[in-house]
T-cell receptor, first 113, second 112 residues
């Protein structure tokens, strides 16, 4: 059974810092890895999807990488802004588990002005 | 596209009552997921449909929970009878060919 862990659980940084959020998974037969953002009281917004044949994806100030052999994914946020404050969740999809998404516990990010 | 649409956004009900949550997936998506989110347990997958067929319902907590997908554009999650411990935010998500998943805004359920 796939298990996904995110470290740290919470992170507070000053505005402008570059930061890295970590996600690890136990089953290397992962098919897709997706990063989401969740604002308080809101739904999940998809940020980046890394498909099985890819190693990284970029969107604006965000870059996500996937290393199946080590069971790790990272989300890099460049030049953080207060508007980046939210909870960031990673989720793995395994094609040997009915294509279900298994979520990590999330990293709660606060960027201080 | 309007995205995944869930209704109601908020539901407050008394213990023992039946609750029905509704979801309209994005048109053309053939996979649909129901998740529950709580502070204690995070996001948990309840059930997953592919082409309107339930594929895995091992996450459904008890027989009080049931889900249906009568057609490609509509799904329901029903709790009968509801209990206070069912209080949570329930999310519906859809994806095309089990790739990128898109989530609705959720239904916040409070059972008193």
């Amino acid at each position: 059974k796939q298990e996904v862990t995110q470290i740290p659980a919470a992170l507070s940084v000053p505005e402008g810092e570059n930061l890295v959020l970590n996600c690890s998974f136990t089953d290397s037969a992962i098919y897709n890895l997706q990063w989401f953002r969740q604002d308080p009281g809101k739904g999940l917004t998809s940020l980046l999807l890394i498909q099985s044949s890819q190693r990284e994806q970029t969107s604006g100030r965000l870059n996500a990488s996937l290393d199946k052999s080590s069971g790790r994914s990272t989300l890099y946020i460049a030049a953080s802004q207060p508007g980046d404050s939210a909870t960031y969740l990673c989720a793995g999809m395994n094609n040997n588990a009915g294509n279900m998404l298994t979520f990590g516990g999330g990293t709660r990010l606060m960027v201080k002005p | 596209d309007a995205g995944v649409i869930q209704s109601p956004r908020h539901e407050v009900t008394e213990m023992g009552q039946e609750v029905t949550l509704r979801c309209k997936p994005i048109s053309g998506h053939n996979s649909l997921f129901w998740y529950r989110q709580t502070m204690m347990r995070g996001l948990e997958l309840l059930i997953y449909f592919n082409n309107n067929v339930p594929i895995d319902d091992s996450g459904m907590p008890e027989d009080r929970f049931s889900a249906k997908m009568p057609n490609a554009s509509f799904s329901t999650l029903k709790i009968q009878p509801s209990e206070p411990r069912d209080s949570a935010v329930y999310f519906c998500a859809s994806s095309p060919d089990s790739t990128e998943a898109f989530f609705g805004q959720g239904t916040r359920l409070t059972v008193v």
